[in-house]
């Protein structure tokens, strides 16, 4: 191959690691330490029933894989496990990876760019609060990930944030969301505080 000529997989992949996006660096520092982690189900407790019951309804049974990318500490993979084959909680954090291994939960630890999925394409991919992380041009490029992952016909169950306001307004209106907070809350339940108010659900989507 002549000199500074690129050809190959080898050169798209070096040249894709100099600009691709690090996960890790917009996932929220809390997120990675061990000791938060450790207290992550009692600040976040998550009841998962609506979500089970609506994947089941879309055919997601006891021969399905499910893929939960930003799993946290596997709340959800342990939800939906007793109704199917195979989940595999996909995080960018060691410590939230290294958690759910502690509790016996198939965990990789990647991210919307970067996992690879071995076996059967899963027939479900699941994510909450999780897409948000990213910029905009990166959630694109997850989503496409994601439809090439799934089985043609799979499902892609997401739940993540937007905000109903102008861009001028979201210093002022997160700073009332927060200052309503009670106090002593924790830097955690803040956040999850506005989390809440701004939650959207997208659902029955199919690859």
Known sequence: MPPGQNSGMA???FDRRLWWLDEVAHAGPEHLDADYVAGYDHKSP???AEEVAAL???????????VDIGPG???FARAIAPH???????????AMVARMQELGIEAVR???????HAGARPDAVFTRNALHHLPDFWKAISLRRIAALLRPGGVFMLEGLVYSFEPGEASTTIADWLAAA???LTRASSHRQVAEAARIRVRAMRA
């Open 110 to 116: 990647a991210g919307f760019l970067t996992y690879e």
């Open 84 to 94: 199917v084959a195979r989940v595999v909680a996909v995080d960018i954090s060691q």
């Open 46 to 48: 998550t009841e998962w």
């Open 73 to 75: 500490t596997g709340t």
């Open 11 to 13: 050169s798209r992949d």
């Open 182 to 184: 009670p106090t002593l």
């Open 56 to 66: 089941r309804a879309l055919g997601i049974d006891s021969t399905s894989t499910v």
